[in-house]
């Protein structure tokens, strides 16, 4: 690992300024990722800026809706009452993520943060346009299992490694973010990017933004939530593929939905289109299989990773109707 300085500021504008005025400085909360990905040369940051003395762990509620301090564990945000009462899914879908011990060190900014598990983009010798733009990318044509079914490059075929950001995603959640220019509020939708021709970004956060908060507005998806994981081990494993169904029903009709899926892209997938076709129709298998295929549309599978064109709809499927209480 390289030398590195490292900072501890308690007050927000300084680790603003000391992040902007130092172009090879990172923040770090939980370090979950971070330091892995500093053990193995990925990332050499020739600077820290240890953000936890800042006071960003509340869980509140704020007009009409929760907002989650982007210090808040994920251990802590998957207990918290006010997230178990209004937002079940987001509790699901972060106790479904990593381990007990790495959830009680990872921040929610950090999750959102984190970085693909290609594991050539952990391997220095490896090409991988992510790590190091224009070397080429070894998953293309290599070992391609985990690999991204839609929304990929000729540049990058990797996934968004979180269960919380489909959750997120989901639920219309929004991240509150401060800069050197002051705060903006970006959709989360937006947050996360597609690989294009500059997979070396992963975000659409600028240099020296400070992710301040996730606000969740309150919504009638309290009852009908499920997120379904498909992993290749119950205890620790990142998605092969995951959905985070919500679905609004009254009697038997289906009155609104929510719809994303992990493990298939570059950032976490909302399918709106296959959320519209559920709105009107009976609580029904026939009802999810027709939605499944619509969010299917346009997906392309690589050598290994063909399974996930079945996985994908049949998990969608199992997903609305846990939710649904039809399973
Ligand atoms: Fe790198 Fe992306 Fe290719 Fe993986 S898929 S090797 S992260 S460029």
Request: with cysteine.
């Amino acid at each position: 690992m390289n030398q590195f300085q490292y900072a501890r500021p308690s007050k927000q504008k300084t680790a603003i300024e000391a992040i902007a005025k130092d172009p090879n400085a990172q923040f770090i909360a939980g370090g979950t990722n971070l330091i892995d990905l500093m053990k193995r040369g990925v990332m050499a940051p020739e600077k820290l800026i240890d953000i936890n003395r800042l006071p960003l762990r509340k869980i509140e509620k704020e007009n009409n809706g929760v907002r989650i301090g982007a210090l808040a564990l994920n251990s802590v945000v998957a207990e918290d009452k006010l997230i178990l009462e209004r937002h079940p899914l987001l509790a699901q879908a972060l106790k479904s993520g990593a381990s007990a011990q790495l959830r009680n060190m990872a921040t929610v900014g950090g999750n959102m943060m984190q970085r693909t598990r290609c594991p050539y983009f952990y391997d220095t010798a490896m090409p991988c346009n992510k790590r190091e733009p224009g070397t080429g990318c070894g998953a293309m044509e290599g070992f391609n299992r985990m690999h991204a079914i839609f929304g990929f490059s000729d540049k990058c075929i990797a996934v968004n490694p979180s269960d919380m950001n489909v959750a997120l995603v989901a639920l219309d959640a929004s991240v509150l973010v401060a800069g050197p220019k002051g705060e903006r509020r970006i959709p989360f939708i937006e947050f996360h990017r597609l690989p294009g021709d500059n997979p070396e970004v992963h975000t659409n956060l600028q240099k020296g933004e400070l992710i301040l908060s996730v606000d969740i507005p309150d919504g009638p998806y309290t009852k009908h939530v499920h997120y379904l994981k498909v992993r290749e081990r119950a205890s620790f494993a990142f998605a092969l593929v995951s959905v985070a169904a919500a679905l609004d029903i009254d009697g038997s009709t289906i009155k609104s939905a929510r719809l994303a899926m992990g493990g298939v892209a570059h950032k976490p997938w909302r399918l709106t289109e296959a959320e519209k076709t559920l709105v009107g129709k009976p609580v029904s298998e026939a009802s999810f299989q027709q939605a499944a295929e619509v969010a299917m549309r346009g997906a392309k599978a690589f050598e290994h990773n063909a399974f996930k064109l079945i996985l994908g709809p049949n998990s969608i499927v199992q997903a609305l109707k846990t939710a649904a209480g039809i399973a």
